[in-house]
Structure formats: C-alpha cells, structure tokens
C-alpha cells in the first residue's frame, strides 16, 4: 500500500522556497537529488486496465525497467492511498515474458489475451529528499516539474509528495501535511499525475488548438 500527501505547488518561487527549507513540522530533510523521469502508461485498446480501477506505469531507470500497478482511489483531501505492486525487468518486455509475480498475475487478470500498447507518457524532474527524524527514516518528499505530453501537446505542473516510508507513521505524515497546509498554505492536490495526464489527454483531442503551451501552475524558474 502506497500512502502519500500531493499538493498543488502554486509558482516557481514558492517551488524554489521549498527547495531551501531543511526542517519541516520538527523533521529533518536532507540534501537534495535530481532525478529525471519519463513514464509510460499502458494498457490495452478498450482501456480495461483504467475500466477495472487501475493504471500501470513503465518506468525506464538504472539501466532497466520498473512496471508498477496502481489502484485508481479517491483522495482523502491531500492524502492518497493506493494499492501498488511492482515488478523488475532487465528491458521492455510484453507481460507474457515478464516474471512470476503478482504484478504479472493481476495485468493478466485484467488483459486476459489482450496486448499493451502505450496509452500516455509524462515526463517530471523530481527534486526527492529524505524525511527523517533522529535515525528514523520517515518519508521522501519530492519537488516535481511535471510535463504532461499529448497529441504533441505539453503542459507544465508543479507538485509537492511526501510519501511514507514502512518506518514512517500516518500521525508522521498528519504533522507534515498540517505544515504544508498552515504554513505554506498549499492545496491539496485531489488526482494523481495519471489521472491528470489522462485528462489533459482527452481535452486535447477534443480541442488540439486550445492546450498547446497550457500551465496548471506557474513555471519552476519563476
């Protein structure tokens, strides 16, 4: 289970203040790492993936490729809890070659005979740091610029997560979230960068002129 707070970061200097804190709610964050990422959404034609209440991801990192499966649920405010499985591969392959494992059994479940072909991709800068307190690893917060791509299209969003750790408590999360809220006077962020990718999507096929350089915040250079 994948237990995170989204927020809604509201312009680049705001995006750029945060990168500076090093405490928040009596936790430590450490030095920060870039990481860039390019994900790719699959599932087949009829879409029964997302029809059964999920979206699965192909993340192409360090030299391989991470497959994970998300439950699709509603936000409780900025917290979200999702059902998540993954699965390790050494390069692209279609799920028929792909490890016994959970992820496997559940894609198959869903697709039966089916092939996955890629639905939407996005693309994010993630500024990811570690929450800790003492020698308690808490969480990861990540700072993420955030491209939606479609019909040739982009759209730019700014983002905060703050994802806890096994060692990480929910009151852990309630202290920062409650920070992040009063202090910074950030909005929760309600849907996932799937679900707004995928709606960035549609609006762009109904109407390809109108989202053409459209921002959800402002830009992360101010």
């Known amino acids: 289970m994948e237990v995170e707070a989204k927020f809604v970061v509201p312009d680049g200097e705001t995006f750029q203040r945060l990168q500076r804190i090093d405490h928040l709610a009596g936790f430590a964050l450490s030095e ?29 990192q360090h030299g391989g490729v991470l497959i994970t499966v998300k439950g699709l649920r509603d936000a409780e405010g900025a917290i979200h809890r999702r059902e998540e499985l993954e699965v390790w591969l050494p390069s692209v392959e279609p799920p028929a070659r792909w490890p016994e494992s959970p992820v496997r059994d559940l894609v198959f479940q869903l697709i039966g005979d089916s092939e996955l072909t890629p639905l939407l991709s996005l693309r994010q800068t993630r500024l990811v740091r570690l929450v800790n307190q003492g020698e308690r690893l808490v969480g990861q917060f990540s700072l993420d610029e955030v491209h939606l791509l479609a019909q040739g299209k982009e759209q730019t969003c700014l983002e905060l997560e703050v994802e806890l750790t096994p060692e990480g408590t929910e009151d852990d999360l309630c202290a920062l979230v409650n920070a992040l809220q009063s202090k910074w006077g ?10 707004r990718a995928l709606a960035f999507m549609e609006e762009t096929r109904e109407d390809p002129r109108s989202q053409s350089g459209r921002s959800c915040s402002g830009s992360a250079g101010g």
């Open 32 to 60: 920060d790492r870039v990481k860039h990422v390019r994900d790719t959404y699959l599932d087949t034609s009829e879409r029964a993936i997302l029809a059964s209440g999920y979206a699965c991801r192909q993340r192409i």
């Open 186 to 195: 950030l909005v929760s962020q309600t849907q996932s960068k799937f679900e």
